[in-house]
C-alpha cells in the first residue's frame, strides 16, 4: 500500500516536471503555432542562471527564490531575441523554422559548453528541500518534489489568469483564435506575438530552476526534454492549456506505473504506444481550439 | 497553416532526434580498409599517437578528464625528451559520446593520420565498437578504465581495473561489513549488465541476496521509481553501476527519499573525483566507492603528479582513478616502446611483459598474457570536502584475472 501511494505520487511528480517543461511550448508551440527546437536549451538557460546565482549569493534557498525571476527574464529576453531575429521572419515557413530553431538549439548548446564547460556543473539545493515529508504508513514525500509540485500548479493557475482577465490575455487569445480580425480590430499582432513568446520561453526558464533540483546541470540538458514536452503538447491538444496539465498528470502516472511493473525502458516504451494509440483515435488531441478562422 | 501540416513536420523533427538519440545504440564499425595493419608514421621527428575521448554529450564531464591527464603525461614525456628521441604529437578526437563516432574516428587515427597507439575510450560500449577496428589494423589502443572484465583483445591494453581488481573486492568488503543482501542499479548497456552477473555468482556463492536489479537508460535522469523500490526492498547495501549524467539524478531522488549511507550505503563504480563535484558531495557525503586510486592516496609518486595537474589545470580540479590509469597509460607505452627499440606494434605487445611504473597508484606491473595490469584494490569514502578517503585496502597489488578463472563462483560466466 504505501508502495502504491508512493509511486502514485512519484507519477504525479513526474507530471509535474512534464507539465513545467511543456507549458511554455503550451505558449509558443500551442498557441502561436511555432515549433521551437530551442525550447529545451530555454530550460538549460535557466537551470545555468540558478548556477550562477549561487556563485553570488551564498544562501541556497534566497538563491533559489532570486532565481526563479530572474531565469524568467533571462529565458524570456532570448526568447524575444530569437523571435524578433530569427522566428517573425519564418511565420509562413514552419519548417524553415524548425531547422532554424534546431540550429539555434545546438550553437546554444555550444555556447554553454565553452562557458561553462562540458562537465556538469552543480547547484546547492536549500536543506529544506532535500529532506521529506513523512506520513503515516512509512510513506514519504520528498520535498523538491513537492515544490516542483506547487510550482507547476502555481505557474498553471497564474497563466490561466493572465490568459483569462488580462487585457494583455485577451490580445493573445484574440490573436490565437483569428489573427487576421485581431490584427483589423487594432491589435498589434507582431508585438502580441513577442509577448506570448518571452512569457513562454520565460516558463522554460523557470522549469530550469526547479530541475535543478532533480537532475545534472549540462549543456545537454534540454536535448532530453525536449521531446517529452512536445509530446504533452501534442497529445494535450493545440492552443488549450487543460488538455497539456491533463495529459502531463496522465502520461506522469503511466510512466511510473510502467516502470514499476517492468523496467524504464519498457515503460517508455509502454508510454510512446499509449501515445500512438491515442492520437490514431483523436488525432487532434485531448482538446481542440474551435474557431472560425481560415487559417 | 493546418494543425495537421504541424503535427506532420513535428512528427519529422522528433524522428529526427530519437535517430539521433538510438544511433548511440548501435555497434556498427566501420569494414573500409585493409585487413592487413596499417604502420606506424614514425619517419619524423615526431610520433604521433592519437586520443579519443567524447568531449561532448552525455560522457564528456568524465572524458574531458582522461583527456587532460593523458595530454600531462604526453608534455612530461616531452619535457624529458620524448620516446626513442621523438618527441610525441598528440592528435585528438572527438568521440563525442557516440559508440559509432569512436569507431569511425578510430579508424581515421589509424589509417590516415597513422598514429603509433590511442590512448582513450571510457564507455565498454566505446571499447566493444572500436576494438574490431583496432585488430583489423593491429594498432594498439591503451584503454584506461575500470571495465566488467571477460575481454583480452591481443590490440588493447587494459590499463584500468577488471573485475577482480573493483567489483570483487568491492563485494568481499560489504560481506566483511555484515551486509547480507544487495539491491543492483545500473545503466542499460554492457558494463552494468556483465558486471551484475558477475555480482549475482558472488552473491549466490556468499550467502548474499539480490534483492532486485533495475536498469536505466544512459542519459536518463528520473530515478522516482527505481528508488521508491530500492527504499522498498530494504536491502543492506546498493551496488551502484549507473554512468553519467544518470548519478546526479539518482543520488539527488536518494537522498530525498531519505536514504542515507548509513543505512542503506550506495557502493559506486563509476564515481571519482571529478564526478564527486558534478553530483554534489551535499548528496554523496558518507558513500562508497571503489577504486585503485584515490587523490589522496600516499606516496611521493601520487603527490608530484597531483601537483603537476592542478599546476596546470587548476588548484580546484580533483585527479580520479580513470585519469590516472590515463596518465599510466602513456608511461607505460613509453617504456614498453624503449624496451622493445620500435614502435613497432607486436614488438611494443612482445616486450610488454614485466614492465613496471611508479604509478601515482603505486606500483603497477604489466602482465604481458592479459595485458591487463596488476594494481592495488581500494575502497572509499567520499568525505564532505569532496575528497576520497581509503577505508580499505588490498595490502598489495592483485593480479588481473578478466576471466575471473582462480574464482570457483564464477565458472559459469563467460
Same mark, same amino acid.
Given at each position: ?148 509540485? !506547487? ?5 498553471? !493557475?497564474?497563466?490561466?489568469? !493572465? ?133 | ?361 603505486? $606500483? ?39 576471466? $575471473? ?10
Amino acid at each position: 500500500m504505501t508502495v502504491l501511494f508512493g509511486q502514485l505520487f512519484t507519477g504525479i511528480s513526474i507530471g509535474a516536471v512534464l507539465l513545467l517543461i511543456a507549458l511554455g511550448l503550451a505558449l509558443t508551440f500551442g498557441q502561436m503555432n511555432v515549433i521551437n527546437m530551442a525550447h529545451g536549451e530555454f530550460i538549460m538557460a535557466g537551470a545555468y542562471t540558478t548556477y550562477v546565482l549561487q556563485q553570488s549569493i551564498t544562501g541556497a534557498g534566497l538563491s533559489l527564490v532570486v532565481a526563479l525571476p530572474v531565469a524568467f527574464v533571462v529565458a524570456g529576453t532570448m526568447g524575444v531575441l530569437l523571435e524578433v531575429l530569427l522566428i517573425r521572419r519564418l511565420y509562413a515557413r514552419p519548417l524553415d523554422t524548425l531547422l532554424v530553431t534546431w540550429g539555434v538549439s545546438l550553437m546554444l548548446q555550444q555556447l554553454a559548453r565553452d562557458v561553462f564547460g562540458s562537465p556538469n556543473v552543480q547547484t546547492r539545493a536549500p536543506e529544506l528541500l532535500t529532506g521529506n515529508v513523512a506520513l503515516p504508513g512509512g510513506l514519504t514525500i520528498a520535498n523538491n518534489r513537492l515544490f516542483i509540485l !506547487a510550482l507547476a500548479l502555481a505557474a498553471v !493557475a497564474a497563466l490561466t489568469l !493572465a490568459l483569462r482577465l488580462t487585457p494583455l490575455g485577451r490580445r493573445i487569445r484574440a490573436v490565437v483564435q483569428n489573427r487576421d480580425l485581431a490584427a483589423v480590430s487594432g491589435i498589434a499582432t507582431s508585438r502580441v506575438d513577442r509577448t506570448t513568446f518571452f512569457l513562454g520561453s520565460g516558463l522554460a526558464g523557470l522549469a530550469g530552476v526547479a530541475l535543478t533540483l532533480l537532475g545534472p546541470i549540462g549543456p545537454t540538458m534540454g536535448t532530453n526534454l525536449i521531446i517529452d514536452a512536445f509530446l504533452v503538447v501534442v497529445v494535450g491538444g493545440i492552443g488549450q492549456l487543460k488538455g497539456s496539465v491533463i495529459v502531463a498528470f496522465a502520461l506522469g502516472v503511466l510512466q511510473a506505473t510502467g516502470e514499476y511493473l517492468t523496467t524504464l525502458s519498457v515503460a517508455k516504451v509502454i508510454v510512446f504506444v499509449a501515445i500512438v494509440a491515442f492520437l490514431q483515435w483523436r488525432p487532434q488531441g485531448l482538446f481542440t481550439l474551435r474557431t472560425r478562422s481560415l487559417a | 497553416m493546418s494543425l495537421f501540416r504541424d503535427r506532420r513536420i513535428l512528427a519529422g523533427a522528433m524522428t529526427l532526434v530519437a535517430a539521433a538519440a538510438l544511433t548511440a545504440c548501435g555497434s556498427k564499425t566501420s569494414d573500409e580498409g585493409s585487413a592487413a595493419g596499417v604502420t606506424a608514421d614514425v619517419s619524423g621527428d615526431t610520433v604521433k599517437v592519437g586520443l579519443l575521448n567524447s568531449l561532448s554529450g552525455t560522457m564528456a564531464i568524465s572524458e574531458v578528464t582522461v583527456r587532460d591527464s593523458i595530454m600531462l603525461a604526453v608534455e612530461e614525456i616531452n619535457a624529458a625528451g620524448g620516446v626513442l628521441g621523438k618527441k610525441i604529437q598528440p592528435v585528438g578526437e572527438d568521440g563525442a559520446s557516440d559508440w559509432p563516432t569512436f569507431a569511425e574516428k578510430a579508424e581515421k587515427l589509424i589509417s590516415e593520420d597513422r598514429v603509433a597507439a590511442v590512448f582513450g575510450c571510457w564507455t565498454s560500449a566505446s571499447r566493444k565498437a572500436v576494438k574490431p577496428v583496432f585488430e583489423k589494423n593491429k594498432a594498439l589502443l591503451f584503454y584506461p578504465v575500470q571495465y566488467e572484465g571477460l575481454e583480452q583483445s591481443p590490440y588493447i591494453f587494459y590499463t584500468g581495473a577488471t573485475t577482480n581488481q573493483q567489483i570483487v573486492p568491492g563485494l568481499d568488503y560489504l560481506k566483511s561489513q555484515g551486509a547480507k543482501s544487495v539491491y543492483l542499479v545500473g545503466s542499460d548497456y554492457v558494463f552494468p549488465r556483465t558486471a551484475n552477473k558477475i555480482i549475482k555468482a558472488y552473491a549466490t556463492a556468499n550467502g548474499m541476496t539480490v534483492l532486485g536489479e533495475d536498469y536505466a537508460p544512459l542519459g536518463s535522469t528520473e530515478f522516482g521509481t527505481i528508488v521508491n523500490k530500492v527504499k522498498s526492498s530494504g536491502a543492506d547495501a546498493v551496488f551502484n553501476t549507473l554512468n553519467g549524467d544518470s548519478n546526479v539524478a539518482f543520488f539527488k531522488e536518494y537522498k530525498s527519499a531519505g536514504l542515507t549511507a548509513a543505512a542503506m550505503p550506495v557502493v559506486s563504480v563509476s564515481i571519482a573525483e571529478e564526478e564527486v563535484k558534478g553530483i554534489g558531495t551535499q548528496y554523496l557525503e558518507g558513500q562508497l566507492t571503489a577504486w585503485n586510486y584515490y587523490q589522496t592516496t600516499p606516496g611521493a609518486a601520487n603527490s608530484k603528479f597531483v601537483a603537476a595537474y592542478k599546476a596546470k589545470y587548476g588548484a580546484d580540479k580533483p585527479t580520479s582513478d580513470p585519469m590516472e590509469a590515463a596518465y599510466v597509460g602513456v608511461h607505460l607505452w613509453k617504456a614498453m616502446v624503449e624496451k622493445a627499440g620500435a614502435f613497432d606494434v607486436e614488438k611494443v605487445r612482445a616486450a610488454s611483459d614485466g614492465i613496471t611504473f611508479d604509478a601515482p597508484e603505486g $606500483l603497477v606491473t604489466v602482465d604481458g598474457k592479459t595485458q591487463h595490469i596488476a594494481k592495488t584494490a581500494r575502497i572509499g569514502k567520499i568525505g564532505a570536502d569532496g575528497l576520497i578517503t581509503e577505508v580499505w585496502n588490498s595490502g598489495k597489488p592483485v593480479a588481473p584475472d578478466p576471466y $575471473l578463472k582462480t574464482y570457483p563462483w564464477a565458472s559459469g560466466l563467460s
